[in-house]
C-alpha cells in the first residue's frame, strides 16, 4: 500500500508539472506565417513544449503503475492468488469470483476497467510500445502540413492531458474507495475464521 500512496504523490506532482508548462509550450497555430504563397505552420519545439511532453509521459505511466498496484492489493485476498508476472489490473478484476459480482466496490472497479481505464490505457500502451507523446505530435504535424482544422485538432487533445490526468486523480481516489468495500466483504468471506 506504501506502493500506492507513492505512485499517488508522483502522479499528483508530475500533474502539476503538466499545468506548469502548458501556457509555455509551442503551438504551431500561433506560429503560423506566409510562404511560398500559402500559410505554413512550422513546429518550432521549445523546452517547455519537451518538459510537457515528457511528464505526460510519466504520467500516463504512473497512473498504468498506480491501477496494476490495484490489482495487486486484489490478488493478495485471493483464496487462489496468481503468480506476480500475471497480476495486472484488468486481469484482477476479470478474476474477482462471480460471488462478488454484486458488490459495489466489484460494480464500480470493473465499469471503470471496460471504459476510463481502457481509454487511458490506449494512449499509455502507444506511449510505452510505439512512439512517445512529442514524436508522435511531431510525426502527425508533417502530415497535416497546412491543414489548420487538423492542427487544432492536434493541439486540442495536447492542451487537454492536464484535465484528464486531474479526472484520473479523482477517479483513483473513488478506485481506493471502492476497492476498500469489496477488500471487506472478500476479508469477510475469506479470512474471518482467522484470529
Known amino acids: 500500500m506504501d506502493d500506492l500512496s507513492l505512485l499517488s504523490d508522483s502522479i499528483l506532482y508530475f500533474t502539476a508539472h503538466t499545468y506548469a508548462f502548458l501556457p509555455h509550450i509551442n503551438d504551431p497555430l500561433r506560429q503560423g506565417q506566409f510562404f511560398g504563397g500559402r500559410m505554413v505552420y512550422p513546429n518550432l519545439v521549445n523546452m517547455h513544449s519537451k518538459r510537457y511532453d515528457m511528464y505526460v509521459d510519466i504520467v500516463f505511466e504512473k497512473l498504468y503503475a498506480f491501477w496494476n498496484r490495484i490489482g495487486t492489493a486484489i490478488n493478495f485476498f485471493l483464496p487462489n492468488q496468481l503468480p506476480n508476472f500475471k497480476v495486472n489490473f484488468p486481469a484482477m478484476v476479470d478474476n474477482i469470483p462471480s460471488q462478488f459480482h454484486n458488490n459495489?466496490?466489484?460494480?464500480?472497479l470493473k465499469d471503470f476497467?471496460?471504459?476510463k481505464f481502457k481509454e487511458f490505457n490506449s494512449y499509455r500502451k502507444s506511449i510505452v510500445h510505439d512512439v512517445?507523446?512529442?514524436i508522435d505530435f511531431a510525426h502527425e504535424h508533417l502530415s497535416a502540413g497546412d491543414?489548420?482544422?487538423?492542427?487544432?485538432?492536434?493541439?486540442?487533445?495536447k492542451h487537454s492531458y492536464p484535465?484528464?490526468?486531474?479526472?484520473?486523480?479523482i477517479l483513483m481516489k473513488d478506485g481506493l474507495l471502492n476497492l476498500n468495500i469489496l477488500l471487506k466483504e472478500m476479508?469477510?468471506?475469506?479470512f474471518s475464521h482467522i484470529q
Open 187 to 190: 476479508d469477510a468471506t475469506y
Open 163 to 169: 484535465n484528464l490526468f486531474k479526472e484520473h486523480m
Open 147 to 157: 491543414e489548420r482544422e487538423t492542427l487544432q485538432r492536434m493541439m486540442d487533445t
Open 132 to 134: 512517445t507523446t512529442g
Open 104 to 108: 459495489k466496490g466489484y460494480m464500480w
Open 113 to 115: 476497467k471496460e471504459n
